[in-house]
Every structure is written in structure tokens, then in C-alpha cells.
């Protein structure tokens, strides 16, 4: 029942074009909304980003047809969406995945397997990376693939140090049947299209670390006034107001370079791409690092699930490994450099 009435406030097509039927927001309006939303829980509004990442795919690169038959429910959230591209061999190596498109007359013929897919054997519809031609980027495409498909089923539920509150499953194809149709935009772009998608996805996961750090420093500013040691509430003492002070500093400084990353690809700044992967490695890496200093401030009782601080160390944990790992910004940001000296 959740997800229509997300779907109602406007939150299944947040930077779909008002033209397309979407709520029409800039990328940088966005970073505002996933981290408000992540401050409730970093996993819910982290699963809201991918089906908003593949909305937005479809709705720039689909053809009319194919945006007037799926972006209604799509926009209202009675289809609800996923992000199929990496596989069981090729993580950071995107563009040596293996799943394959044969063409046929009816439209295309797909075998192989996708891992670690957020929402597999949950969600309505697969947005897929397959190959439709040579080796490399240049052979990928992107196609639709609808819940019970001929050919489509799903691995057992993984299960996950975080995010528990979204299923993770492989996704298999085996003589899956997709209509012509549901090729979304050019055989030959789905890697361009893929990475398009990344570079907000980007922006979205390090919204979600600044809200969940956020929820973690308020709620730890709380339990400092509260909790009594040697004759005095333990934000009384300096050694723990230095903390304090650091993980705000560091918080203030992550949220003003996603900003920034945000309004550069909002804008096409040719270097979005570069300050997408920067903002990415920075801010995640920093969430992480205040809600674990969180948790050592909490003592005893951040270990403890009632007080929700050890969930958000679990959640924040993979935001360092999806949408391209860490050391894969690195690269990014390293070739950018290189290119332009």
C-alpha cells in the first residue's frame, strides 16, 4: 500500500519533466528531498532513488510510444521500477557485462543473470544494461522487461548486512521474451544511458548518507545531555565537544560540495561527471564515518538496536560500494584530471 500513496505526493517521478507528467525538479531540489527522506531511513529513500533513476531514464531516452503506455503507473507508483546492470562478473567493469539480446521478429530473445538487484522479484519492471552487439560499450543496450515475463525469474532473497528493509535478489533470464517495443532509446546507447543515470544516482545515495548521518547527530547530541558520568552530562566535557564539533564541520563541508555536484550537473558543466564522483567517495565516506563516531559516543546503548544508531552504521555501509564503489570514483575523477591537464 505504501508506494501508490508515494506515488500520489509525486515522489515516483521527482525530476521527470512536468511535460512528461513528473514533478519536474532539478537535480540539486533532489539531494534536499532523498536527504529529508533519509533522516526516517536511508534504505526506503535509497530504494525511492533507483526507481526515480530509472523513471528519469525512460522518460529522456524512451520513445512516446512507449513513455504513453508505462510512465502513468510508473508516475503514480502501481509500477515500481529497478536498475538491472550489474552482474554476477562485472561490478566495477560495467561494460563487460555478458547478458545477451538476440534479436528476433517479435523483438529480443535475452539470456544471462544481473546480481545484487535492489527490489529483484519485487518490483513491477526491469529497466536492464544488456549486449545487443559487439564487446565493450559500445554493444549495450537498454530494454523494459516486465514482471512475469517468459523467461524472467529471480535467485533467492540475499541477505544483507543493511538495507533489510529492500529485497536484493539476483535477476535471471533464460529465453526471456522482451517486444520490440521496450527497447528504450538506440540499440548500441544503453551504456551511455546507464551512466547518465549513474551520475544522479550518485548524488541521490550521498543525500541519503547526509540524512541518516544527520538523524544519527541530532540523536546523539540528545543522549550527550542525557547521559550522567563523573557528576555531569557528558556534553560537558571538551574532549567530546571537539567531536561534536568535527563531525558538524564535516557534515556542513559534504553538504555544500553535493550541492555543488548537484547544480554542476543541473547546469551541463562538462566536468558534472568528475564533481558527481567526487561528492560520491566524499560524502558517503563521511556519513559513515559520523554515524560510527555516533555509535562510540552512545557507549554501550549504540550497540543496542533499540537505539537505531548500529542500523545506520549497517545502511550506510554500502552507499561506499553502489553506484560504482569508491576506488571506481577515484578513476573518474583521476581520467577527468588527466584528460584536461
Given at each position: 500500500?505504501l508506494?501508490p ?12 519533466s ?16 532523498f ?6 531511513c ?21 520513445s ?12 503514480a ?9 550489474t ?10 557485462l ?7 521478429n ?8 544481473k546480481?545484487f ?5 519485487y518490483?513491477?519492471?526491469y529497466?536492464?544494461?544488456?549486449r ?26 540475499e541477505?544483507?548486512?543493511g538495507?533489510r ?12 521474451k ?19 543515470g ?17 538523524t544519527a547527530?541530532?540523536a546523539?547530541?540528545?543522549?550527550m545531555?542525557?547521559?550522567?558520568a ?5 556534553d ?6 571537539w ?17 555543488q555536484?548537484?547544480?554542476k550537473l ?16 566524499f560524502?558517503?565516506e ?5 554515524v ?14 533499540d537505539?537505531?544508531i ?32
Open positions: 500500500d508506494w500513496k508515494v506515488g500520489e505526493l509525486g515522489f515516483g517521478g521527482l525530476y521527470v512536468e511535460d512528461g507528467g513528473g514533478t519536474g525538479l532539478s537535480r540539486l531540489d533532489a539531494t534536499l528531498v536527504e529529508a527522506l533519509s533522516m526516517a536511508p534504505s526506503v529513500a535509497a530504494f525511492l532513488s533507483i526507481h526515480n533513476m530509472c523513471a528519469k531514464m525512460i522518460d529522456s531516452f524512451g512516446d510510444e512507449m513513455k504513453a503506455r508505462v510512465m502513468p503507473d510508473v508516475l507508483m502501481k509500477t515500481v521500477l529497478s536498475y538491472c546492470l552482474e554476477p562478473g562485472s561490478g566495477s567493469d560495467a561494460a563487460a555478458k547478458t545477451r539480446a538476440e534479436r528476433t517479435e523483438g529480443y530473445t535475452l539470456n544471462g543473470t546480481a538487484i535492489s527490489g529483484g522479484g518490483s513491477d519492471a529497466v536492464c544494461m544488456v545487443t552487439g559487439e564487446d565493450g560499450a559500445a554493444g549495450v543496450s537498454t530494454v523494459y522487461v516486465e514482471d512475469r515475463s517468459d523467461g524472467l525469474s529471480f535467485g533467492g532473497l541477505q544483507k548486512m538495507w528493509s529492500q529485497p536484493t535478489a539476483q535477476v535471471q533470464f533464460d529465453d526471456c522482451v517486444a520490440a517495443q521496450n527497447l528504450i532509446g538506440e540499440e548500441g546507447k544503453g551504456f551511455k544511458y546507464a551512466m547518465m549513474l551520475d544522479g544516482g550518485r548524488l541521490n545515495i550521498s543525500a541519503c548518507s547526509l540524512g541518516a548521518a544527520q547527530l541530532n546523539t547530541l540528545d543522549y545531555g542525557e547521559r550522567k563523573f557528576g555531569k552530562s557528558i560537558q566535557f571538551q574532549g567530546l565537544q567531536r561534536l564539533a568535527d563531525m558538524e564541520i564535516e557534515m556542513q563541508a559534504a553538504r555544500v560540495f553535493l550541492r555536484a548537484a547544480w543541473d547546469t551541463g558543466a562538462p566536468d558534472a561527471t568528475k564533481y558527481c564522483a567526487m561528492a560520491k567517495k560524502v558517503t563521511v556519513g559513515s564515518k559520523i560510527d563516531q555516533c555509535l562510540q559516543l552512545h557507549g554501550g546503548y549504540g550497540y543496542l538496536a537505539y537505531g548500529e542500523k545506520l552504521v549497517r545502511d550506510l555501509r554500502v552507499h561506499q560500494i553502489l553506484e560504482g564503489t569508491n576506488e571506481i570514483m577515484r578513476v573518474i575523477i583521476a581520467r577527468d584530471m588527466l584528460k584536461n591537464r
